[in-house]
Nanobody, 121 residues
Framework: QVQLVESGGGLVQAGGSLRLSCAAS????????VGWYRQGPGKQRELVAT???????NYADSVKGRFTISRDNAKNAVYLQMNNLKPEDKAVYYC???????????????WGQGTQVTVSS
């Protein structure tokens, strides 16, 4: 069974930094497009950043210049470096990935369980 597990969340003061990690486990043929999403209190889940298998990135306007998404294909891992955090960044952060397994090579979409980020002011 393929799983995505996020880590690195926590409590940080405004202006501080956190680095989130998302590790994919299972028998994986290819980890394709990956995205970080977040859901704040009383809000809908929104896209934060995406990265393609070749490394092309896109960011939500609210995080441009502050967040950086990256990946390590050899480790089947994705990261989100968050700098200059603001109180409005408080949310549960989820990783999402399109993955083909070594068994049937069919592309499927997976969600992690999320990691909490809290920013104090």
């Amino acid at each position: 069974q393929v799983q995505l597990v996020e880590s690195g969340g926590g409590l940080v003061q405004a202006g501080g930094s956190l680095r989130l990690s998302c590790a994919a486990s299972g028998i994986i043929f290819s980890l394709n497009g990956v995205g970080w999403y977040r859901q704040g209190p009383g809000k809908q889940r929104e896209l934060v950043a995406t990265i393609s298998i070749s490394g092309r990135t896109n960011y939500a306007d609210s995080v441009k210049g502050r967040f950086t998404i990256s990946r390590d294909n050899a480790k089947n891992a994705v990261y989100l470096q968050m700098n200059n955090l603001k109180p409005e960044d408080k949310a549960v952060y989820y990783c999402n990935a399109d993955i083909t397994t070594a068994g049937d090579y069919v592309l499927r979409n997976y969600w992690g369980q999320g990691t909490q980020v809290t920013v104090s002011s």
